[in-house]
């Protein structure tokens, strides 16, 4: 009886695993290496990555130097009331579909959107601009971040802030020398799922930003373009987003992870 | 740091089922250890002295400089502070060399206190590789090491097997003496108190039942739940082989015991009031220890009549103590056999 229990146990993750692989696989193999190499190096692929990374890497840097803080606020305070609402709120663009953020941006920073008026007299036209990529980077990936920070924060132990304070450092210090580096592992692996969140944006980009080549152009919205015109291209578009992304993992995965909860050993997500 | 930094504290605060109101006062040098049942409030008290607990009312003075004064809206920082805290974990920073934790408070001691407790081989491990007495040694090199003026240890050795709290205690005792500040600490265990020559206050539910030393708390128990708290005798000396394979140990309030368990140098005897008999003349028996004194006091705790006699408090009934006759100033013997003593170490 035990023996298919286990059996099945395999069937199941044999299964998982073909399923999830074969796509990642198809994309590599439908078209010799050579081919996906010159493809890559063709004028439209480069300027959908140059577009894909300036942004992603904008809104990053946004959502990392706000979120940060922000999460260590919400962290950190665990008592006040609202808190829960706030958080919430803040998870809301995690369960919203890509299609609403963007309608959604487009309605509060539209020419007549919410915001429009008070922009255009600043001069500021965001749709359908690179600031659009990034705006809408920032709204559908941050709580990705968000989420995981705030996470790691509340596991790291109050007392080792508390031990930091009796040593005569601040609140600013203890935050750098002892929260931060505990956190660290956990802040990376945020960042890595809000990159790729990010790096695969598509829907609401489209509709807030369009899909205009070396402007507002990137990968996905890049491998939508190609698809009816030459197939082999946005297949290699494919292949470099499965290399990003497989770069990013392992690159999280390298991360030390320290157990803010004790005085031990790092806990290595590799075992 | 001078000889007149005395910690002046008075703490007042609703914890969660009853208010905090505790007043106490550390002398520099001294040990002044708060015991007592686990939530009585002792750990409040220590956080709100280093400033990791805002107490509603009170008043905390180190010296000349005010800490904690809601009146005068004084409220310094921790970091402010002059505290050195050893936290009951330890709370190292896991991410950092134990060299690179003592330094943290900045200070140019950290190699000196990294020598003194004995663990430079130690340092540029990190605290997940080490033993619980090393991270203890690490915790109180670094709480060291800022030379604060007040220490706190929070249960400093309830985190250690058994065998390594009796020689860790025995450090600590050492190192404390050559500090010279105020000492607060908190334990649930009089042992690691009288450990550290400690003057001991019994909190529970927030207040202070009975402030004395161990020896005047067995005598003169406030309460039933001090009697419970205190336990045992605990008679210090110096032990060397003795006769027929007992110890003999030499106290230091004079005359000799033998006991049963094997033990060397410093050591406590301990023996738990109940096995201790009074009686009006030395009776004769191999094995049979007798210590001369005079009846200190006498106190009814329960059924029984808690005798004090010079160090030793013997747990007797009411009858026999009517029997005796016994008045405090009276001469008497207090008998207990070697195999009723245990013998622990002492720094």
Do not use: C
């Not at chain 1, 692929?45 to 606020?73: C, E, F, M």
């Not at chain 1, 980077?137 to 509340?154: C, D, H, T």
């Not at chain 2, 006091?297 to 009549?305: C, D, E, H, I, T």
């Amino acid at each position: 009886m035990r023996h298919t229990f286990t059996i099945a146990l395999w069937l199941a993750l044999g299964l998982s695993l073909a399923f999830l692989m074969v796509p990642v696989v198809a994309v590599f193999l439908q078209v010799p290496p050579g081919e996906l190499v010159d493809h890559v190096r063709g004028p439209v692929v480069r300027d959908a990555v140059i577009v894909s990374l300036r942004s992603n890497v904008i809104a990053d840097v946004i959502i990392v130097v706000v979120g940060t803080p922000a999460a260590y606020l919400l962290a950190s305070h665990r008592a006040f009331p609202g808190r829960r609402v706030l958080v919430t709120l803040l998870e809301l663009p995690l369960v919203l579909p890509p299609a609403v953020a963007g309608i959604g941006l487009l309605a509060a920073f539209g020419r007549s959107g919410l915001l429009g008026g008070e922009l255009s007299t600043l001069g500021i036209h965001v749709p359908f601009t690179e600031l659009a990529v990034v705006l809408a980077i920032v709204f559908v990936a941050g709580p990705f971040y968000l989420r995981q920070a705030i996470a790691s924060f509340e596991a790291v132990d109050p007392r080792m802030v508390a031990a930091a304070r009796t040593l005569g450092a601040g609140p600013g210090r203890a935050f750098a020398r002892i929260v931060l580096p505990l956190a660290g592992g956990g802040l990376a692996a945020g960042w890595a799922l809000a990159f790729a969140r990010g790096m695969g944006e598509f829907g609401a980009t489209l509709i807030f930003a369009g899909s205009l080549p070396g402007v507002t152009q990137t990968l996905p919205l890049a491998v939508y373009a190609q698809l009816g015109q030459d197939f082999g291209t946005a297949l290699a578009i494919g292949a470099l987003l499965v290399v990003i992304s497989a770069a990013i993992l392992l690159a999280v995965k390298a991360v030390p992870v320290w157990d803010p909860t004790s005085s031990s050993t790092p806990v290595s997500r590799h075992r | 740091m001078g000889p007149d930094i005395i910690l002046d504290a008075r703490i007042q605060t609703p914890l969660r089922d009853f208010t905090l109101d505790v007043a106490l006062v550390a002398r520099p040098g001294e040990v002044l250890a708060l015991a007592g049942p686990s939530g009585a409030g002792k750990s409040s008290f220590l956080l709100a002295i280093a400033g990791l607990l805002t107490p509603d009312d009170g008043r905390i003075a180190v010296g000349g400089t005010t800490w904690f004064d809601p009146r005068a809206r004084v409220n310094l920082a921790p970091e402010r502070r002059s505290v050195g805290l050893v936290f009951q974990e330890y709370a190292l920073f896991p991410h950092m060399s134990v060299q690179a934790n003592v330094a943290f408070g900045g200070s140019g001691r950290a190699h000196e206190m990294i020598a003194r407790m004995g663990i430079a081989h130690l340092a540029r491990a990190r605290p997940g590789d080490l033993s619980g007495g090393e991270r203890q040694r690490v915790a109180l090199a670094r709480a060291l090491a800022r030379e604060p003026v007040v220490v706190l240890l929070d249960e400093p050795f309830a985190a250690l097997d058994p065998v390594t709290r009796t020689e860790v205690r025995g450090e600590v005792a050492a190192v404390l003496a050559g500090v010279g500040v105020p000492v607060v600490m908190v334990t649930h265990d009089l042992a690691d108190a009288a450990a550290l020559g400690a003057r001991i206050a019994v909190l529970e539910q927030g207040r202070v039942l009975q402030e004395a030393g161990h020896a005047d708390l067995m005598a003169r128990p406030a309460s039933a739940s001090v009697a419970r708290l205190v336990g045992a005798n605990l008679l210090a000396g110096t032990a060397r082989p003795g006769p027929s394979g007992l110890t003999e140990v030499v106290l230091d309030v004079g005359g000799v015991v033998l006991s049963g368990e094997p033990g060397s140098g410093r050591v406590g005897v301990v023996v738990d009031p109940w096995e201790v008999v009074v009686a009006r003349s030395r009776p004769g028996g191999s094995g049979l220890n007798a210590i001369a004194g005079t009846v200190r006091s006498l106190a009814p705790v329960g059924n029984r009549m808690r005798v004090a006699v010079g160090p030793v408090t013997a747990d007797i009934t009411r009858l026999s103590a009517e029997r005796l006759a016994l008045r405090e100033g009276d001469a008497v013997e207090v008998v207990f056999k070697a195999l009723a003593t245990r013998l622990v170490p002492l720094g």
